[in-house]
């Protein structure tokens, strides 16, 4: 299917609604179920009246109990992403993606792949398939390879694939600000803003360590805002953890800044807000997400920065997270021919994983998230872009 479907992916998830997480095909065997039983109800209906239809509901003898399809949700594997997301996203809000970001079929296939725990992790091979002993990842050494390691824990994919990746979600948000109080923005997505931009109606510092008078927990945001002529200030920060540490990045986020946001409230004389912006790696977002960014000025939608963050998923951008993950992690993702060997060739393995005839008392919870898994990645601090030689303070 050209990349479009992973062989090892859900395929039960294939005709379940985009809506609700899957692929939106429509299936030939519900369709005849519907209209079997709408005719069924129909000659139903029309039975008490007529003669020959009331003789073919005799024949027909009683109701057909339909058999209720298994559903994607409950499998061990293939769902655990939605499971595990279930308790902190909004789920209508975290899939809408699969409807209204317009990703490439081959981009939407991994990244389904990826929530499906169809990916050849070291700790799917270790605990799953058992074809290997270590489950560790190959590039750290220190924690299990799970999809959740790879796409948001990993120290040594922190410092450039995460980091790019964080700095394209923050930048649209940065750059929506400067549109809204008429400033210039960085001409490429790829330009590092400066430090401090500022008009007559608002100033905005990028990834500026603010000097304050009481030691705070944290003084550089990525990006904080003041309108002028409101006597307003925004404290913006973004972060990406995996996808069942959302609304716990959140909360660790509006603390982290609280003591900032005071400093800021007296030193500035300025109304001062906390917003975190914080979408999972594989596109879950809390239900609060609409609400912080409305606080931001200017108009950046929940659809546009979780979009970026799926994207860094495309093999074909530069800030590609999963594309760096198969380079440097080879045979994670199985190539196509080995896609279309392992479905022509049906093993006990293929359709373990395909959660067919999984018992559930197998070991899935090595594999569940671990709330303290995120890498703790301070997104700036060690980017490539910064300047350590002259960094900028500003007196408040
Ligand atoms: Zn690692």
Redesign the pocket.
Known sequence: MHGGFHSKSSTLRLYASRKEGGRGLVSVRATIQDETSEIHKYIKDKAPTDGVLSECLRQWGTDEVLEEEPSWEDKPLHGMYHRNITEVADLKKSYQWLERAGLKDSTEALILAAQEQALSTRAIEAQIYHTRQDPR?R??K??P?TVQ??TA?????AVKAYMERHNQVAGIVYRNICAEYGLETPRSKWETPPKVVENDRAKILWDFQIQTDRMVMANQPDIVVVDKEQRRAVVVDVAIPSDGNIRRKEHEKLEKYQGLREELEKAWKVKATVVPVVIGALGAVTPKLDEWLQHIPGSTSDISVQKKTVKSHDPQEKDDVLQMVVTRLPGVFLDIMQQREDTQRPSSLGSLLQGCHLSKTHHWHHLHDNPHQDHPLQPHQNSPHRDHQSRSTILV
């Open positions: 990842c590039l750290c220190e924690a390879e390691h790879i824990g990993c120290k040594m994919l």
